[in-house]
């Protein structure tokens, strides 16, 4: 079923701070998105924000399913991953404790997170995990449960060059099955995408 995701005339503010002016980008099933742009210009804010954790300060964010608008709390609960580049997962929790709180939370399968192979280290607690091994982890909940949109936050960062491989064939993959990734990105992903650079905001004028 296609699904798009509409974002028109948004605007992003961190305190007094004018991080996004007048943002216009839409994507559709099957295509990828690269946000790029120096560090603090606003990628992971602006993926929060289209993942519903921020509100924008003004503009409107649409996503539709065969044309038909889908209410915001049923998209963003259902339809949303978001991987932050700080991986939410919890220190005592063993892995395997660890994919099955997540599968009951997201009403997932756990059997889908085979590709990560992740069974050597089922019985360490995930505070112990390298920073490769839990964003590997932390990667399980987009295979467990599907979801429609994949905000990505440096997905690749600290992964290693098999790992970066695995995850850019996992990504191509949820693509090819309609799904749509943006992700913001220092280097290159390894297949085509659509660039989005972010830049400064021309500076505001008091009183205009
Ligand atoms: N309370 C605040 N007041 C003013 N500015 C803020 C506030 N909180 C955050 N900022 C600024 O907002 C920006 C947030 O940047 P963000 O993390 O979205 O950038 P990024 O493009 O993802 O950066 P990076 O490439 O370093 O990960 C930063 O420039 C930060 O300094």
Redesign the pocket.
């Known amino acids: 079923m296609p699904v798009s995701l509409t974002v028109t005339d948004l605007s992003l503010r ?4 004018l ?1 996004i002016s007048k943002l216009n980008v839409s994507i559709s099933s099957g295509e990828a998105v690269s946000l790029t ?10 993926l929060r924000t289209l993942a519903g954790f921020q509100t924008p300060e003004s503009g409107a964010i649409c996503a539709t399913e065969n044309d038909v608008q889908i209410e915001s709390d049923i998209w963003w609960s259902q339809h949303v991953h978001f991987l932050g ?1 700080h991986d939410a997962l919890s220190p005592a929790r063993t892995v395997a404790q660890e994919l099955e709180f997540q599968a009951s939370y997201l009403g997932g399968d756990v059997t889908k997170v085979a590709p990560l192979k992740l069974q050597t280290l089922m019985d360490l607690e995930t505070r112990y995990l390298s920073a490769g091994q839990k964003r590997r982890l932390s990667c399980a909940r987009l295979l467990m449960a599907r979801r429609v949109l994949w905000l990505l ?2 997905p690749m960062a600290p992964l290693d060059v098999a790992h970066r491989e695995l995850l850019a064939g996992l990504m191509q993959a949820h693509l090819a099955q309609g799904g749509m990734i943006i992700a ?1 990105v ?1 280097d290159a992903l390894p297949f085509a995408t659509r660039g989005l650079r ?1 830049e400064r905001p021309a500076r505001e004028v008091a009183g205009v």
């Open positions: 961190k305190g007094y701070n991080l742009g120096e560090n603090g210009v606003g990628k992971t804010t602006l580049h936050d440096e913001a220092h972010l």
